[in-house]
């Protein structure tokens, strides 16, 4: 009992390593491997869609030798994909919340605290949007490939790859790489932004009712 306070206990800090909640993270999505998969596939058809838009616009720059401009409308289509993209995520990630209401409040009951259920619904989110970012940039470009080699020259389609990537030509890094890190920055933000809601929720489950909570 700690001087100075009747009736009260000195209780050390519950720490939980990154390396820790990184493998539990894992894990977890291992065993909902399907759960996972849903959740993945909404943004990878979002980022497909963004980098085969940007590609085949540079390529067409490059076959043309003007500056080839996304049409207004292309900008909307583009946003409504990544928002449809935010929706289904957040959507899949409720429904696991809820798959595991009991296991929440298991961990909790052994000592788990609210910002480590969070930092575990955040870790997966990263995890899921950085493969999804990685799946939806390899789909778009060769989307954006095999549309090259059917409309234009095999030289324009290497010369749009190799060249700075418009208004990203500051990183100084070709449009193959360039599009590669905007693709999985992008999914892992919008996955996390898409994820806060969920993850948050889950971390303030009251554990006495997540025990008895039936699926």
Excluded at 63 to 77: N, V
Excluded at 194 to 206: I, Q, R
Aim: proline share 3%; aromatic share 8%; charged share 15%.
């Amino acid at each position: 009992m700690s001087a100075g306070k009747v009736g009260t206990w000195e209780i050390g800090e519950i720490k939980l390593p990154l390396s820790e909640a990184f493998r539990i993270s894992l894990e977890n999505i291992r065993k909902r491997f399907v759960r996972a998969a849903i959740t993945t596939a909404s943004i990878v058809l979002g980022i497909a869609f963004m980098v085969s838009i940007l590609l085949m616009a540079q390529i067409q720059q490059i076959a043309r030798g003007a500056p080839e401009t996304i049409r207004a409308y292309q900008y909307w289509l583009l946003f409504i994909s990544l928002l449809v993209s935010g929706v289904g995520i957040t959507n899949s990630m409720l429904i696991a919340v809820a798959e595991r209401y009991k296991e929440i409040g298991t961990m909790k009951c052994l000592g788990a605290l609210d910002r480590h259920i969070l930092i575990f619904f955040l870790l997966e989110s990263l995890i899921i949007g950085g493969v999804g970012g990685i799946a939806g940039y390899i789909v778009g470009l060769i989307a954006g490939i095999v549309y090259g080699y059917t409309q234009f020259r095999p030289s324009d389609v290497i010369g749009a790859l190799t060249s700075p990537l418009g208004t990203l030509s500051m990183l100084g890094a070709p449009t193959v790489i360039a599009l590669l890190l905007l693709s999985v920055v992008l999914a892992m933000i919008l996955t996390m932004a898409a994820s806060l809601y969920p993850a948050y929720y889950a971390a303030k489950l009251n554990p006495a009712e997540a025990l008895r909570y039936e699926v």
